[in-house]
């Protein structure tokens, strides 16, 4: 059973950037089988995918966080990070890690076969 851990610095200030991680247990990021996805709910926006690694490090991201966002790895530590620079209130979310498995190809979050439990993010002054 696969098993996902975020974790996360919990209060940033405006403009900072915000670094999060992902542990992942009882699966490899390079299976190929599994795209590695970032996701963020908030009151305001509900759900909102963030982007995905896949197993042979490429990413892929929504067309209006690419620009804020970098989603990497480390093999060695099994864990997948998420970064978003110049954060602003908006960014308030909790931020979710989750594995689908079309490995890259497109996959509505329902078929998202695991989740981490979210760690929340505020963004404040």
């Known amino acids: 059973q696969m098993q996902l851990q975020e974790s996360g610095p919990g209060l940033v200030k405006p403009a900072q950037t915000l670094s999060l991680t992902c542990t992942v247990s009882g699966g490899s990021l390079t299976d190929n089988y599994y795209a590695w996805n970032w996701i963020r709910q908030s009151p305001e926006k509900g759900l909102e995918w963030i982007g995905f690694?896949?197993?042979?490090?490429?990413?892929y991201y929504s067309p209006s966080l690419k620009s804020r966002a970098t989603i990497s790895r480390d093999d060695a530590k099994n864990t997948v990070y998420l970064q978003m620079n110049s954060l602003k209130r908006e960014d308030t979310a909790v931020y979710y890690c989750?594995?689908?498995?079309?490995?890259?190809?497109?996959?509505?979050?329902?078929?998202?076969?695991?989740w981490g439990q979210g760690t929340q993010v505020t963004v404040s002054s």
């Open positions: 690694i896949v197993y042979d490090g490429s990413t």
């Open positions: 989750a594995a689908d498995p079309r490995g890259g190809s497109y996959c509505p979050m329902i078929d998202y076969e695991y």
